[in-house]
């Protein structure tokens, strides 16, 4: 990522150097006693500091007007910190216009354009908030997810779920889970190989999220099958989505690189949450779709 | 020729069992140098198809691995892949195998190639067969990573070939860390604190038949396999030293009486158990474990036979050591009910 941003890093730098060079052509090297290492450590800390956002903050963004802001406020505080350093090992002539009046114009200013630029993102946040909505609700744990779907994993379903349970208790809605898995996902990986099969997940995470409502959370439980929390949801309406779900599956032309059609059909369990149960609601959610499992197999082998 | 395999022998053709681990880090856009590091193996070697790596190059790439894509569902996916692979005349036996009794032998025949690093052995009493899985030539800490891996490996490929799915049953040694794999890729019949590491199937499915059921295409790939493997020895340092021990057992055992039957010197023994992180008290608390374990579960032995059959003085001395292996008194350990029988 950094790569992008090498003009601005230039920029900075040639910036830097240019305080450096004007300091020492107005001032004079401090004598060895006369610095204060204790102002040395606190002030090279901050402008230390400084420089580690301006790397964290360029390495993790893409171009654009927010990244530009971003790195325009913090250039300013790190050169403005930079030259209170400089301050400590030179000494200016009091009467110097750089005697702290650069520290004190640059500091401020970067400090709002940083503001506006972090407002810009907080903008820019919501946008893909709303996308992201049923991958992760209300919370995000980027440890807690799967690399190949960018969906939240077991862990983070049992937070979520636990969370949304609390709520919907206490607001007394009603909570149902579903458990859908596909049929015969073995049998496409060794058909088709496994780099297929990982697209096929990918691909059929996407479909979901498309067939889901706002309030729901997609997450991927764990292998092919995946979990979809349905707050506010009584189970005849649970039913009835995934039932909505299985016919979206169905209906899912899977292209391979080969380009062949491959269609899949999935198998569900719906559970609603009861307090009353002992078992958890993912257990009976589990259980109901090994049934269905049976069923169908029963019936193919009949 | 020692009788067994040492962890820096060349043994693993990096075509087979390494392949898989290589292949599923290049789908994942992992950096092969990255992956190779520390192994010793170059990518220019790999690809020629004649490189045989040691067993300790292997562990090196499964600890990369496992840093690279810390995922719990890393394993299976391996496990999945793993079969048929690229195993040429080791595998064939197992693929034109008639049955599924037959397959499991083939498969226990030709392990050497197919399970470097864990041993399988099978046994059977009147009701299960069991598949029993140990670490093969060091005690690698990998040992519950490389179980999983396993475990799918032979479920995939079995579950491919026969033609109606085995029931199977998994008894695992400690808790189940992430229940969902297990789950998705097992199944219901998952049994957590076993205190050991092994699948059984009735008997009444092994005879189950082979889809691709072919009986001189199985012969011929026995014979060659037989005729490709005969200069290698089939067993591990550490199986092989386990296997000692449980045949010795009758008898007292100790360093010096296992020396004398490996027709090596104590000192010489002790460094090659040192060598491939082990030591004799380990080995034989582990066969003694497992014995115990089993009589308990499966034979229902008096604790009085079971103290006298492992070189203990008495109940007291047996719990004791039974606690210690497993955390758990004897007591505590009851056989499994038998899997439900589908209407």
Redesign the interface.
């Known amino acids: 990522m950094i790569k992008l941003h090498k003009w601005k890093l230039l920029f900075i730098a040639i910036a830097t150097n240019f305080t450096i060079l004007l300091t020492l052509a107005l001032g004079d090297p401090k004598l060895w006693g006369d610095i204060d290492w204790f102002d040395i450590v606190g002030e090279g800390g901050v402008s230390l500091l400084a420089a580690m956002w301006l790397v964290f903050i360029l390495n993790s963004r893409p171009a654009g007007s927010v990244t530009n802001f971003l790195c325009l406020g913090l250039g300013f505080i790190f050169i403005g910190t930079f030259q209170d350093l400089l301050d400590e090992i030179i000494a200016l002539p009091d009467e110097s216009f750089f005697r702290g009046a650069l520290e004190s114009l640059l500091m401020p200013f970067g400090l709002i354009v940083l503001t506006f630029g972090l407002y810009h993102w907080h903008k820019e946040q919501l946008v893909f908030l709303e996308q992201r909505r049923r991958r992760e609700q209300e919370t995000r744990e980027y440890r807690w997810q799967?690399?190949l779907t960018d969906l939240g994993d077991?862990r983070f379903l049992k937070l979520q779920l636990s969370q949304q349970i609390r709520q919907c208790r206490a607001n007394h809605q009603p909570l149902a889970l579903i458990l859908l898995?596909l049929d015969r996902f073995?049998?496409t990986?060794?058909t088709f190989g496994?780099?297929e099969g990982?697209r096929l997940l990918r691909e059929l995470s996407e479909l979901l999220i498309l067939n889901l409502r706002r309030c729901d959370l997609l997450c991927r439980?764990?292998?092919?099958?995946f979990a979809i929390v349905l707050p506010n949801t009584p189970e005849l309406m649970a039913n009835e989505l995934a039932q909505q779900l299985i016919r979206a599956v169905a209906s899912f032309a899977y292209k391979t690189n080969n380009g062949d059609t491959v269609y899949h059909n999935a198998s569900v369990g719906v559970a609603a949450d009861n307090p009353d149960r002992e078992e958890s609601i993912t257990e009976i959610a589990?259980?109901r779709l090994?049934a269905a499992k049976?069923q169908k197999k029963l019936g193919s082998a009949a | 020729m020692l009788a067994w395999i040492e962890r820096e022998e060349r043994y693993v053709p990096a075509h087979q069992f390494p392949a898989v681990i290589i292949e599923l880090a290049q789908s994942r856009n992992t950096d092969m140098d990255k992956l190779l590091r520390g192994t010793g193996v170059f990518w220019e070697d790999y690809l020629s198809g004649e490189l045989i790596l040691k067993p300790d190059q292997c562990l090196q790439l499964i600890t990369n691995l496992r840093r690279l894509l810390p995922g719990n569902d890393i394993p299976y996916l391996l496990g999945h892949r793993l079969y048929p692979g690229n195993f040429g005349a080791s595998i064939n036996p197992v693929w034109f195998a008639s049955h599924l009794s037959e397959a499991i032998d083939h498969f226990v025949l030709c392990q050497a190639s197919l399970s470097p690093l864990l041993h399988i052995r099978k046994s059977v009493d009147p009701d299960y067969l069991y598949l029993h899985w140990q670490n093969n030539i060091t005690d690698t800490e990998h040992f519950h990573f490389l179980l999983q891996l396993s475990m799918t490996a032979i479920t995939s490929l079995l579950n491919h070939l026969c033609e109606a799915e085995p029931s199977w049953d998994y008894l695992l040694p400690g808790p189940l860390d992430n229940e969902e794999q297990y789950q998705v890729n097992f199944g219901s019949r998952v049994f957590a604190n076993q205190h050991i590491a092994a699948m059984r199937v009735p008997r009444s499915q092994l005879s189950t038949a082979c889809r691709q059921a072919n009986v001189n295409n199985a012969v011929i790939a026995r014979n060659q396999f037989l005729a490709a493997w005969s200069q290698q020895p089939p067993l591990g340092f550490v199986a092989y030293i386990d296997q000692c021990i449980r045949t010795h057992l009758p008898h007292q055992l100790t360093l010096e009486v296992l020396a004398e039957q490996l027709c090596i010197s104590p000192a010489t023994l002790k460094r090659k158990l040192k060598k491939h992180d082990t030591r004799f008290q380990d080995r034989y608390d582990s066969v003694r474990k497992e014995l115990a374990i089993d009589w308990l579960t499966r034979q229902q032995l008096t604790y009085d036979e079971i103290a006298e059959r492992l070189h203990f003085h008495d109940i007291r001395n047996l719990r004791r050591a039974f606690k210690r292996w497993t955390g758990t008194l004897p007591s505590s350990i009851k056989p499994l009910s038998p899997a439900k029988t589908t209407p």
């Open positions: 799967d690399q077991a898995d073995n049998s990986n060794r496994h780099s990982d439980y764990a292998g092919d099958r589990t259980v090994m049976d």
